[in-house]
């Protein structure tokens, strides 16, 4: 069975930090892409970052660039998204995504095949 749990989340204030944990359990972690999506209420489902297999490639959204950064420990099963200068407009449940077997890491959720239950991240001005 496969689970992919993330924990972090909680409420900050703009220009503070988080960092978002995503344990992987019963796939085959090291050979797939891993993205983090985030949601805010009445919007539709976006992405936010993706990571190779290897860890060697990400790719942002252009509103977090040089904000998040995202990192795997393919050993430990688990990704992680440093979120810092956090905005208001961050605040959202941030859902972490796993893809097909050596698929490229992508901008589409539709392209990423398990998902976790999601974390609120809220970010007070």
């Known amino acids: 069975q496969v689970q992919l749990v993330e924990s972090g989340g909680g409420l900050v204030q703009a220009g503070e930090s988080l960092r978002l944990s995503c344990a992987a359990s019963g796939l085959t972690f090291s050979r797939r892409a891993m993205g983090w999506f985030r949601q805010a209420p009445g919007k539709e489902r976006e992405f936010v970052a993706t990571?190779?297999?290897?860890?060697?490639?990400?790719d942002y959204r252009d509103s977090v660039k040089g904000r998040f950064t995202m990192s795997r420990d393919n050993a430990e099963n688990t990704v992680y998204l440093q979120m810092n200068s956090l905005k208001p407009e961050d605040t959202a449940v941030y859902y972490c995504a796993a893809g097909k077997a050596f698929q490229r890491g992508t901008t589409r959720p539709d392209d990423y095949v398990y998902w976790g239950q999601g974390t609120q991240v809220t970010v007070s001005s």
């Open positions: 990571i190779y297999s290897s860890g060697g490639i990400t």
